[in-house]
């Protein structure tokens, strides 16, 4: 599940984005702190960022033009009230990927996520589309649910990143850390058994065998 930080100081716009991106399967984390989102942005945790340029502490044009000083790569969609010519010429010259003034349509800011994403992970199975396939399964993203044997079963929002991150890494051994931080996004206790509970859940609907218990490594998907 890809990971997304929104940083966004309008608390109202900062969560209808981020329940909007969840919907459509990923993952999101919100700040509303210059500072805070330069260092999460650093982190190499997530896979996008869509920053506001009037963040307090730290303006969001510096924040933009400092993580492109240091190297940092991350897709970076700017999302602003400022409509100058001029500003938007300085934040595309800063190094963002792209500019969506406010006010802004949901659906036109997740086609260009999609984009912004496909185009950094060109090879990543499925990663612009609503549905991931793999060995006669079919995991609908948007839908929250999982073809298996020609019947569909509804899917919570963990069960359904839990199976997406195992169905974009097939054959793989993903330890529960790693789980942990696709799927939930926030550090947990190492030793605590949510992803054993979770992997529970989903082993009853998709079927016990299709998820492999590597003793003392983690889980794969057959």
């Not at 700017?78 to 406010?102: F, Q, S």
């Not at 994403?117 to 999982?146: C, F, K, W, Y």
């Not at 330890?175 to 799927?183: E, F, K």
């Not at 079927?207 to 794969?220: F, H, L, N, P």
């Amino acid at each position: 599940m890809s990971r997304i930080l929104i940083a966004e100081d309008d608390n109202g716009i900062a969560e209808f984005i981020a329940r909007g991106l969840e919907s459509a399967g990923y993952s999101c984390d919100v700040t509303d702190n210059g500072p805070v989102a330069f260092g999460m942005a650093r982190s190499g945790a997530y896979q996008l960022m869509i920053l506001d340029l009037g963040l307090p502490n730290m303006d969001g044009t510096d924040i933009l033009e400092q993580l492109r000083s240091l190297g940092t790569t991350l897709p970076i969609i700017v999302l602003t009230a400022r409509t100058a010519l001029e500003d938007r010429l300085r934040t595309l010259e800063g190094g963002a990927n792209d500019y969506m003034p406010k006010p802004f349509q949901f659906a036109e800011l997740l086609a260009r996520v999609r984009l912004r994403l496909a185009e950094s992970n060109p090879d990543m199975n499925g990663a612009n589309s609503t549905q991931i396939h793999h060995n006669g399964m079919v995991l609908d993203l948007r839908a929250h649910r999982v073809l298996i044997d020609d019947k569909w079963r509804d899917l919570s929002r963990r069960e359904l990143g839990l199976l997406e991150t195992l169905m974009r890494h097939p054959r793989q051994i993903l330890s529960r850390s790693q789980l942990l931080s696709q799927v939930w996004g926030m550090d947990f206790d190492p030793g605590s058994n949510v992803v054993d509970v979770y992997i529970r859940s989903l082993r009853k609907k998709i079927g016990a065998d299709k998820v492999e218990t590597v003793r003392g490594s983690g889980y794969r998907l057959k």
